[in-house]
């Protein structure tokens, strides 16, 4: 029997990223897993491959900015593909803070997250308040 992902796995794993919770966002990537992301040197920006890699960037993300939110997040799931909606906000170190809606793409084998494509609108930084 063929495992499937729904938009409710989806949910589960953003929520997940708002809780900070690497462990319950990893859970349905698959090992060797590629996420591009949405700033960086290449075309797509940077490639990321493996899980553990992933959860790396992720974990810095949250790092760097500790209240790093993906709000308002919505799912679909056709087939071997899914969407995700978002709206991303976060502040650094220096209290900038970044707000800008998104996607990401995803590519489904075997009910695991194969490929991670983000796209976020190009904003300028917001100065601290």
Known sequence: ????????DLKATFDAFNRHD?????THFAEECVFTTVAGPEVHGTRIEGREAI??????????M???QWADH???VHGDRGVSEWTFRGT???????????VDLFTIRDGKLVM?????KQRPVLDAE
């Open 74 to 76: 919505r799912h679909f």
């Open 1 to 8: 029997m063929t495992k499937t992902l729904t938009a409710d």
């Open 92 to 102: 650094d170190a220096e209290g900038r803070r970044t707000e800008a809606q998104g």
């Open 55 to 64: 959860a790396r960037a992720f974990a810095g993300v949250w790092a760097a």
């Open 66 to 68: 500790p209240d790093a």
């Open 116 to 120: 991670k494509q983000a796209f976020r």
């Open 22 to 26: 690497i462990d319950a966002v990893m």
